[in-house]
């Protein structure tokens, strides 16, 4: 089993920069898929970035690709999302996942980002 919780949303204005943690827990995530995952009101969950734990490929959606970095910090456990140049549309919950080989994925519970004026 793996715990996972986020911090680090809150309001934005737009342009403006926030960056999410997702502290994770209970297992050795060296084989792990660190990714997260969005959801604005209304719509479907969407994948936002994901990167592989071990050798650090990274993946982003089109809508982030040039805006958010993902990355990890092996000594803390910790997955961070820098989101830069945010939109309106960014506004969502944002949600971390950790994927191990195989079908199980585990999610944490979401924290939200507003990005208004």
């Known amino acids: 089993q793996v715990q996972l919780v986020e911090s680090g949303g809150g309001l934005a204005q737009p342009g403006g920069s926030l960056r999410l943690s997702c502290a994770a827990s209970g297992r050795t995530l060296s084989r792990y898929a660190m990714g997260w995952f969005r959801q604005a009101p209304g719509k479907e969950r969407e994948f936002v970035a994901i990167?592989?734990?071990?050798?650090?490929?990274?993946d982003y959606a089109d809508s982030v690709k040039g805006r958010f970095i993902i990355s990890t910090d092996s000594a803390k456990n910790t997955v961070y999302l820098q989101m830069n140049s945010l939109k309106p549309e960014d506004t969502a919950v944002y949600y971390c996942?950790?994927?191990?080989?195989?079908?199980?994925?585990?999610w944490g519970q979401g924290t939200q980002v507003t990005v208004s004026s």
């Open positions: 990167i592989n734990w071990s050798g650090g490929s990274t």
């Open positions: 996942t950790a994927r191990p080989p195989g079908p199980t994925v585990y």
